[in-house]
């Protein structure tokens, strides 16, 4: 009998599995919009892939909330569009002296909690004096700078910095800048009391998530009364729901997939700020090797790679489009397993042996192609697919890898190759003066110079390989205007977002 | 009788107990912790360390266990250090899927054991009797998840009789659909089960079969079947009792290896995606509920088991 539960415990690790299939993709046609009236009392269905863990955007990290609960449930005093330009949305306005180091927000009127009660700027003050005090809330690093955050008046907010950071207003689109109310007894993790112009009335744990209009909301209402978040984890039976018509709009299409939606749905491409991460272990032997890395990347057929994964573009270096610092790097690295041989024989490295590290739910199709494209120069990679925590546990913590692959899909993430200590183990005084420099420098576009400069040192480094960019697949059906397109893994704004009754 | 069923009775608890420790040990075997989960990858050491400490993961060993041990001794049995959600509340939930999936799977098993089983011990020694004992013991063999995946080809694919995989967001309000939805996986492991079962009721049919009262009705003129069949068998049901409490255990695990198979929301694949997030307090109190209810069916039987069989009193 006890040998069955422990059987039962292994056979639970063993069976947590996803697979993705791939093959090849078909081309995404650009987008139609809907021609008849918006009917306001219409209710909006959106299939997704990834259901949060729980609702605490305060506590806990992830795609899975941020999307569905920024500016629809929570507001912070900024948010960011889907270009990723910063943009005011509770502050009506904002200033940062000539210095960088002093913020002053102002708050727009009549801004009201779900509860019914004012949001003030002491509410703001509160709110963020716990993200820069309490190291377990989400975007503590990102406020170590900061020195003082007070209201002058019910409806001003200044923050001051200790030395500039032009990170700092971005982190104020992210969780860190989200407002609660000062003192909620509300239990985060399961309800809310947010600002937004959606309420959540219910969530039905590994089915839906079911928001309703606000109307008494601050700003403009949203467009739809009820929106139904529909989590369906299978690629196959969400593509089969759409298509039963079970939702309007189906996110995270799989790219092999996405063929079979097209005449009834819109479908569009989207661009995000995932990079699909091979991390090399710039600290452990032989990857410390510069040409191992060089020849590494040399090896790689990236068109190949996107096309066999279905979506994506080419990423050359650290920082992809959408963020500051982005240029082409296309100059830096190209395909030549010759030359990928010939650095291997130079560094003494012709019959290489590599563990690839990476979570299961990645599935096959990237490591099949990197242990044949690996193959063709001599080297023998052999793949390692882990638990997701077993992953954080070696790799990111322990820093216990050869090579790794993770889709990083933070924006503004650069500074990981800033830092020696992160699992890249990529230690470069030049970049990290040149993040330094950038990060406290006032001007954005000089920042973004310098950014750009650091990133081209660290793509010509070979830190690591940038595989592609994460494109996002979005199925929209005929009868719904106005869905995001760009960036939507990380935020879905349904307020512009209507639904007619007719096609 | 009453004194049996006390110290019976202290057996299963002890066993629980065993169990408990035996279970939280197990899991923290595992690499990574909640925390880091939960922090993610932006997150600095100092950060996963505080949230920790919050969570109480820091705390000895000891400590942790008596803390969960202790709400179970006061019937509670934990909140999902992720969801903040109550363990009771989700298990209860997804039992909806599970315990009718089980039953189900235990009527499919009976129905195909029973009369095989007796048909393959009447048929004992001829050609037919054979290529029954030699097919159960082939599908007791077959690995739970490939006979998903045929009866998968097979229904699905093939005949388009059944769904393939999930259950309707509808649930029990539409039971045709959420009982559709069931068979598939229900069939794949009652035949399994089944047939592990089949041979059971053969040898026990077969060893009724060798009884004195089944060979003086025999003599009384009754055909050897027939005697069998009116004397022979209401013995058997007992064994198989005894036996199909063993097979709980079997469908319990049968089901967490279906459910993933099947993308079932029941308590197999919420145990699998708890160990997968490292939510461990949860995971504990799901095995522990898992493991009880087998222990606590095992009771029951051997009860049930004495009370009916006069001959068990007697031996002890």
């Not at chain 2, 969960?68 to 019937?75: L, S």
């Not at chain 2, 109550?86 to 098993?109: D, H, R």
Request: hydrophobic share 45%; charged share 20%; with cysteine.
């Amino acid at each position: 009998m006890f040998r069955r539960t422990r059987r039962l415990a292994l056979i639970s690790a063993l069976a947590a599995t996803a697979v993705i299939l791939s093959a090849c993709s078909g081309t995404p046609e650009p987008a139609a919009t809907s021609t008849g009236a918006p009917d306001p009392d219409a209710t909006l269905q959106v299939g997704l892939v990834l259901e949060p863990t729980n609702l605490d955007i305060r506590h806990t990290s992830g795609a899975a909330i941020e999307q569905i609960l920024i500016d629809n449930i929570y507001e912070g005093l900024v948010t960011r569009t889907q270009d990723n330009e910063i943009e005011g949305r509770l502050a009506s306005d904002y200033q940062v002296s000539d210095d960088g180091l002093t913020y002053t927000f102002t708050l727009n009127d009549g801004i009201a909690f779900h509860d019914g009660t004012a949001l003030t700027s002491a509410d703001v003050v509160a709110s963020y004096e716990t993200v820069r005090t309490d190291a377990t809330v989400q975007g503590n690093a990102e406020f170590a700078s900061v020195a003082s955050i007070t209201a002058p008046d019910a409806t001003t907010v200044e923050i001051v910095l200790t030395e500039p950071n032009q990170n700092f207003l971005f982190a104020l689109t992210g969780p860190a800048g989200l407002v609660f109310k000062a003192d909620d007894a509300t239990d985060l993790k399961t309800a809310e009391n947010g600002t937004g112009p959606f309420t959540l009335t219910r969530w039905s744990k590994g089915s839906t998530i079911t928001f309703a209009r606000n109307d008494d909301y601050w700003g403009e209402k949203a467009g739809v009364a009820e929106v139904e978040f529909q989590y369906i984890p299978d690629f196959t039976a969400g593509v089969n729901a759409a298509l039963a018509g079970d939702v309007q709009v189906l996110t995270a299409v799989d790219p092999n997939l996405a063929p079979q939606l097209e005449g009834d749905f819109t479908l569009t491409k989207g661009r995000t700020t995932d990079k699909a991460t091979l991390a090399f272990n710039n600290k452990k032997a032989p990857l410390d090797d510069v040409r191992v890395r060089e020849a590494l990347r040399l090896s790689i057929d990236h068109d190949a790679l996107i096309e066999a994964v279905g979506a994506g573009t080419t990423l050359y270096g650290p920082i992809p489009e959408l963020d500051p610092g982005y240029e082409d790097l296309s100059d830096v690295i190209s395909y030549d397993p010759e030359k990928a041989k010939e650095l291997l024989a130079e560094a003494g490295q012709e019959d290489l042996e590599l563990t690839l590290t990476i979570p299961s739910f990645y599935g096959t199709t990237v490591p099949k192609v990197l242990i044949s494209d690996f193959n063709k120069v001599g080297v023998t990679l052999k793949v390692n697919s882990v638990e997701f925590p077993t992953w954080l546990e070696d790799v990111y913590t322990n820093h216990d890898y050869d090579l790794s692959f993770v889709l990083h899909v933070e924006p503004r993430d650069f500074g990981n190759f800033a830092n020696p200590d992160y699992y890249f183990g990529y230690d470069n005084a030049e970049v990290q003066d040149l993040y330094s420099q950038a990060q406290a420098e006032v001007d954005p576009d000089k920042s973004a110079e310098l950014l750009a400069k650091a990133a081209r040192i660290v793509s010509e480094d070979h830190a690591a390989d940038w595989l592609y960019n994460g494109e996002t697949i979005t199925a929209v059906s005929p009868t719904v205007s106005g869905f995001p397109e760009d960036s939507i893994n990380s935020r879905i704004n349904l307020a512009g977002v209507t639904v007619s009754a007719e096609k | 009788m009453i004194r049996y069923a006390l110290v019976r009775g202290a057996l299963l608890i002890a066993g629980l107990l065993v169990s408990s420790v035996l279970i939280f040990l197990t899991l923290r075997v595992f690499p990574g912790d909640v925390a880091q989960l939960i922090a993610g990858t932006q997150a600095s050491p100092a950060e996963v360390e505080a949230l920790r400490e919050s969570l109480g993961l820091n705390q000895p060993l000891l400590a942790q266990y008596a803390d969960w041990i202790g709400g179970i001794f006061r019937g509670d049995l934990g909140t999902s250090l992720l969801s903040g959600a109550s363990v009771s509340e989700e298990l209860f939930l997804k039992a909806q899927v599970t315990v009718p999936l089980g039953i189900m799977s235990l009527l499919i098993a009976v129905l195909i054991a029973v009369p095989f089983g007796i048909l393959a011990a009447i048929l004992r020694g001829r050609r037919g009797g054979t290529a029954l004992s030699v097919g159960a013991q082939a599908l007791a063999a077959v690995p739970v998840v490939w006979a998903g995946m045929m009866l998968i080809v097979v229904f699905s694919v093939w005949l388009g009789w059944l769904p393939p995989q999930g259950f309707p967001r509808t649930g029990w309000s539409t039971p045709g659909k959420a009982i559709k939805s069931l068979l598939l996986p229900a069939l794949t492991i009652g035949i399994v089960e089944g047939a592990m079962l089949m041979r059971f009721v053969r040898s026990a049919t077969l060893q009724a079969a060798g009884q004195d009262f089944v060979r003086t009705a025999a003599a009384k003129g009754l055909t050897r079947t027939r005697a069998l069949v009116q004397h022979g068998i209401p013995a058997v049901g007992l064994s198989i009792i005894t036996v199909l409490g063993l097979q709980v255990a079997g469908i319990i695990v049968g089901s967490v290896v279906i459910e993933q198979l099947f993308t079932l929301p029941g308590i197999g694949r919420m145990l699998v995606a708890d160990v997968g997030t490292r939510d461990l307090i949860k995971v504990q109190s799901e095995l522990l509920v898992l493991t009880g209810f087998v222990l606590v069916v095992g009771f029951l039987v051997d009860l049930l088991h004495r009370a009916i069989d006069p001959r068990q009193r007697e031996a002890a």
